[in-house]
């Protein structure tokens, strides 16, 4: 991941060591780690390292605009900060700091159904409207209830997350014991959160409470990797099928995006069971290890429903040389997952907003050198070589 700074952090790569710094072992490798051997998750970076740009000069490009309309709402750039579950435990209330950023930059927050702030939370904390996540649960009226108070707090937009019928196998939260609750294990974690003194008093101590939030009532013992993954297990429902897609559309009014497709037929069968858009993820290489990058599956998708859906993508992405390439291969938008959740552990809110402005900039210089004003104008022909695969 390369670079280093004397001054301040710039880039994800720079707020990921500060956050490895800052947050106890299982938790720094719970945000950072992906399935098995992270063959996808390097996959999903180097897909982006591996395409190349078009320097175009001598266009008039004094009037660039990176603004751009999602699910009908004006954005700053074609960016939303993922879902990323029990982002409360990295900072104190981690998904208001985070919302509070993503909207001082003008873009769209998405709460997980396991963020640590709850629906209320979050809307107290956030002066636009924000997306939310959803998982399937066995218990259909969990899910209407969950359902009823997003709509109440006015989420427009609803990802549907696809690709978790069964958790993937992520190995440094085994090695480190993350998911067990011996008292080795236990000892270990007490000695972890011990040496990390920053974030016992932020977060252990000051960040209460830690149950998630959309879910305090439901999940027993909540705040332990081990309590949630157990309940993940017994809770989230692996039967799910398009059908439940169907019935989703007619409870859910506003937009709903399914997130997690990589293959162009499922598309189509998202889109055919009514969903507004996909959202082409292998959910940041932490489910089916060896799987295709994102960025080299969105050509296929956006050609097979991008007539009739919103294609965004995710993973991977690490600047906003990497957001203009996947709007050039098509996406409407990119979600970044791991590079806010760094930024947040290392410095809160402002870690988050200073590295969103970065990655604006770095997509009005990339728009710039390509020759374009708008993002409507940002198109195939910016990239040099179609990656393969
Ligand atoms: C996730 N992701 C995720 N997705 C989702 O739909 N619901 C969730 O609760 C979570 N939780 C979660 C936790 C952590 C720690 C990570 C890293 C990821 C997946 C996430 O939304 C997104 O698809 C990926 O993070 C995108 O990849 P990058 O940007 O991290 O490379």
């Not at 960016?79 to 990295?90: D, F, K, Q, R, Y």
Request: glycine share 10%.
């Amino acid at each position: 991941m390369g670079g280093t700074y004397s001054v301040t952090p710039v880039t994800p790569a720079d707020y990921r060591r500060l956050a490895e710094k800052r947050l106890p072992r299982f938790l720094f490798d719970y945000i950072d780690g992906g399935a098995n051997a992270e063959i996808t998750l390097a996959a999903n970076v180097d897909g982006f390292r591996n395409i190349a740009l078009r320097q175009r000069v001598m266009r008039d490009v004094s009037t660039i605009d990176t603004s751009t309309m999602l699910t009908g709402e004006k954005s700053a750039m074609p960016v939303i900060l993922a879902p990323i579950g029990m982002a409360g435990m990295m900072a104190r209330r981690g998904e208001a700091q985070a919302v509070r950023a993503a909207n001082e930059v003008g873009l769209p927050f998405t709460l997980s159904t396991v963020g640590i702030c709850d629906l209320a939370e979050v809307k107290r904390a956030a002066s636009k409207p924000f997306w939310f996540q959803l998982y399937m649960m066995r218990d259909r009226g969990v899910v209407q209830e969950l359902l009823a108070r997003a709509e109440s707090v006015g989420c427009t937009t609803l990802a549907f997350t696809v690709d978790l019928a069964v958790t993937g196998m992520r190995h440094r939260d085994l090695r480190n014991g993350a998911l067990s609750s011996s008292l080795q294990a236990r000892a270990v974690k007490a000695w972890e959160i011990g040496s990390h003194p920053q974030w016992l008093v932020d977060v252990a101590l000051r960040g209460k409470p830690h149950g998630f939030g959309n879910l305090a009532d439901r999940v027993p013992d909540p705040g332990r990797l081990e309590a949630f993954t157990a309940w993940v297990a017994s809770q989230f429902d692996s039967s799910v099928t398009w059908k439940d897609i169907e019935w989703l559309r007619s409870v859910w009014k506003g937009k709903l995006l399914i997130k997690g497709v990589l293959e162009p037929d499922d598309a189509k069968s998202a889109v055919a069971a009514g969903a507004d858009g996909v959202i082409v993820s292998n959910h940041g290489g932490r489910q089916l290890d060896s799987v295709a990058s994102s960025v080299s599956k969105l050509p296929h998708i956006v050609e097979a429903v991008g007539d009739r859906a919103d294609v965004f993508m995710d993973g991977g992405v690490r600047s906003g040389i990497d957001v203009f390439k996947a709007v050039a291969l098509g996406a409407k938008g990119v979600l970044i997952g791991r590079p806010w959740v760094w930024a947040l552990a290392a410095r809160g809110q402002t870690g988050v907003r200073d590295m969103l402005a970065v990655m604006r900039q770095e997509l009005r210089i990339a728009m710039a050198l390509s020759g374009v004003n708008s993002i409507a104008e940002i198109g195939r022909d910016a990239i040099d070589d179609l990656p393969r695969g």
